[in-house]
């Protein structure tokens, strides 16, 4: 072989690989923009029991959510009687809480965005399934599975340059009719901090969907919170009007 032709080849090799690289990030991309649209849907009217397990104690909170795209979430807490009428509302990346016992709504600033939200193992972003995962990070798929018969995507998400996120990188396990089975959080020394499994897979507003969630950190084996959907429909829209300081403060029922 002469040295034209080696170097031929090396160049169709790079072509090659780097045509291949691309072609993969754009399907991972596509793949995770699917997985949370899926989840979301258009809009979505919900009411879950998250179920906070401590080792000593157990706490269930009734929550009514209502959601509008990927950006726009407000939950109100029916029950227990002491936390009933509590609320968030997030508004793209910003987010507010009301305590009607005070009459108060507050504003939360950006760095109290990954914290806990009512006590449980889910963030308040966590909650309020952020856009954040399509837009600051980068995926790639880094292998198959099965899953009840179907294919599972396994997908390694890194964060973009000087993107605004916690997480040095997560990992999503997503299905090929796009229901996100997993996701795992890791730090910036990519090291596992928490992991979400969705359970129960079944039908819920009108297509298969995991009725359980579950979130539990990795240092710890009996903490963890559970959203168990009791009721899910999915909607073509809802008002804007709903997600507003005015509506979490005197929310629908």
């Not at 009607?100 to 966590?126: C, E, H, T, Y």
């Not at 240092?219 to 507003?244: H, I």
């Amino acid at each position: 072989m002469t040295t034209k032709s080696i170097v031929d080849l090396c160049l169709s090799l790079f072509v090659f690989v780097a045509l291949f690289a691309k072609a993969n990030g754009q399907d991972a991309q596509a793949l995770v923009e699917a997985a949370v649209s899926y989840y979301r849907g258009e809009a979505s009217i919900s009411t879950v029991d998250m179920t906070i397990h401590r080792p000593n104690w157990e706490r269930v909170i009734t929550i009514k959510a209502w959601t509008k795209g990927q950006k726009d979430s407000i939950f109100i807490i029916l029950a227990p009687p002491k936390d009933n009428g509590n609320g968030t509302l997030k508004r793209g990346r910003e987010m507010w809480t009301y305590n009607p016992k005070v009459n108060r709504v507050i504003k939360l600033p950006p760095s109290m965005m990954s914290q806990a939200w009512m006590g449980s193992d889910f963030s308040n972003n966590d909650l309020a399934k952020s856009d954040s995962v399509i837009e600051d990070y980068t995926h790639t798929i880094t292998g198959t599975e099965i899953h009840d018969g179907k294919k599972v995507y396994v997908i390694k998400s890194m964060p973009k340059p000087e993107a605004p996120v916690v997480w040095g990188m997560q990992k999503l396990k997503i299905r090929e009719d796009h229901i996100l089975l997993s996701q795992e959080f890791y730090d910036e020394d990519l090291k596992l901090v928490k992991a979400m499994t969705g359970q129960q897979i079944q039908m819920l507003g009108g297509k298969l969907f995991p009725k359980v969630w579950k979130m539990q950190k990795s240092d710890v084996k009996d903490e963890y919170t559970l959203l168990d959907y009791k009721e899910l429909m999915f909607k073509q829209d809802l008002p804007d009007s709903l997600f507003t300081l005015s509506s979490l403060k005197n929310p629908r029922r």
